[in-house]
């Protein structure tokens, strides 16, 4: 069974920092690819990014390269996400997400677990 809960999300000035910790209460954690997705107020959920079940390959949305990093502590069954330099577009519900599939995922439809989200704020 997989149960993820994020937190660390918040009101941030642009060009801050927060970072973003997802926590699975289950076992299978450490097999699973994960993944961040942010919506923003009225708009689609998007892809921010994915890392493999053992680190090695990561992927991120354009508009967030060079800035934000994926990374995980299997020991801790977490995922994070640490966000740098942080911009007003940067501003929506951020879910973690687990996957039954293999390797590095990208598109939403292919997870199957879903955390409650975690609110990201950057006034513009």
């Known amino acids: 069974q997989v149960h993820l809960v994020e937190s660390g999300g918040g009101l941030v000035q642009a060009g801050g920092s927060l970072r973003l910790s997802c926590v699975d209460s289950?076992?299978?954690?450490?097999?699973?690819?994960m993944g961040w997705f942010r919506q923003a107020p009225g708009k689609e959920r998007q892809f921010v990014a994915a890392?493999?079940?053992?680190?090695?390959?990561?992927s991120y949305t354009d508009s967030v390269k060079g800035r934000f990093t994926i990374s995980r502590d299997n020991a801790k069954n977490t995922v994070y996400l640490q966000m740098n330099g942080l911009k007003p577009d940067d501003t929506g519900t951020y879910y973690c997400?687990?996957?039954?599939?293999?390797?590095?995922?990208?598109?939403?439809?292919?997870?199957?677990?879903w955390g409650r989200g975690t609110q990201v704020t950057v006034p513009s």
């Open positions: 890392i493999t079940w053992n680190s090695v390959a990561t």
């Open positions: 997400a687990a996957s039954d599939r293999g390797g590095l995922v990208v598109q939403s439809r292919e997870y199957q677990y």
């Open positions: 289950g076992r299978t954690f450490s097999v699973r690819p």
